[in-house]
């Protein structure tokens, strides 16, 4: 047998490490090369995935859109709770358009306030700081006079207030400061409040008009609606007016709240009365 030397073992030993370091290589590689096609295969399967997914939810959201039509039964049920819903609201309408009939019928029913019991009422202006007024329970409607002064007023004319041949009240009266200034025109010489009505005045010691000072002001109570009120311009021509018997008066059934004047001391400088109406 053939004796191997140290230096053959050697290169013997060194060969063998040799093969043994490429074929580690070799696997190394190998391995590298299959974590690779792994992590590869791996992203496509994900990306497929997520390709995947994505159509599944177009095709839920496209289901989701789509109205779906309900099956006949259920179409039958809708149509017929439409039905009753549409048949209850023509009858709460019905029933809401009979009430607004039966209000107005109401309404049109109520018969309107007019004079009653109407008295021409002689009344003394020549007196100094004195009232003078219509009877209780009776309101202001005309001014009888014969010249352009207090003096020369002579009568007052007062009429009740009644509906449906009842008297209403006027009470709860007040005292309104009248202010007609001879050198500046005024509309506020009226009473103040809803349904308040002049019922007389207070003159103080002198005969032009800024010596009326104040009014009696009445509440009519128990009136059926809210007045309707407007500014009578035709007391313009009658308070200018100094014919003996002259009438300034309102209107048929109206009541007087106040009065507009221009500047100056004479009747003549009243040019409308404020005067409200209950038609019913």
């Not at 009877?135 to 014969?146: C, E, F, G, Q, V």
């Not at 008066?249 to 009243?270: E, H, M, Q, R, W």
Request: hydrophobic fraction near 35%; proline fraction near 4%; include cysteine.
């Amino acid at each position: 047998m053939k004796q191997v030397t140290a230096d053959e073992h050697a290169a013997k030993n060194t060969k063998a490490a040799k093969r043994a370091a490429h074929r580690a290589a070799i696997e190394m590689r190998k391995k590298k090369i299959a974590r690779k096609r792994k992590a590869a295969a791996d992203a496509k399967a994900l990306k497929e995935k997520q390709k995947a997914n994505e159509g599944i939810l177009k095709r839920k959201q496209k289901t989701l859109n789509k109205p779906s039509a309900p099956p006949k039964k259920q179409q039958k049920k809708q149509s017929q709770a439409q039905t009753e819903k549409d048949a209850a609201a023509a009858v709460a309408n019905a029933a809401k358009n009979a009430v607004k009939k039966i209000k107005k019928a109401m309404k049109e029913d109520v018969p309107p306030v007019v004079w009653a019991g109407c008295k021409k009422i002689k009344v003394n202006f020549m007196q100094k700081n004195q009232w003078q007024v219509c009877p209780p329970n009776m309101l202001l409607t005309a001014i009888h006079h014969s010249g352009q002064t207090l003096n020369k007023v002579s009568h007052i004319t007062c009429c009740k207030a009644s509906q449906n041949k009842k008297t209403l009240s006027a009470s709860s009266c007040t005292v309104k400061s009248l202010k007609f200034d001879p050198k500046v025109g005024s509309n506020s010489n009226v009473c103040s409040g809803a349904n308040n009505f002049m019922a007389g005045f207070y003159k103080t010691g002198c005969t032009t008009l800024n010596c009326l000072t104040k009014a009696k002001c009445c509440k009519l109570k128990g009136t059926p609606s809210k007045a309707s009120c407007s500014w009578n311009t035709a007391w313009q021509q009658t308070m200018a007016a100094t014919k003996k018997g002259t009438k300034s008066s309102a209107n048929s059934d109206s009541f007087i709240v106040g009065f507009k004047n221009t500047p100056g001391t004479k009747l003549a400088a009243v040019i409308a009365a404020r005067e409200c109406a209950f038609s019913g």
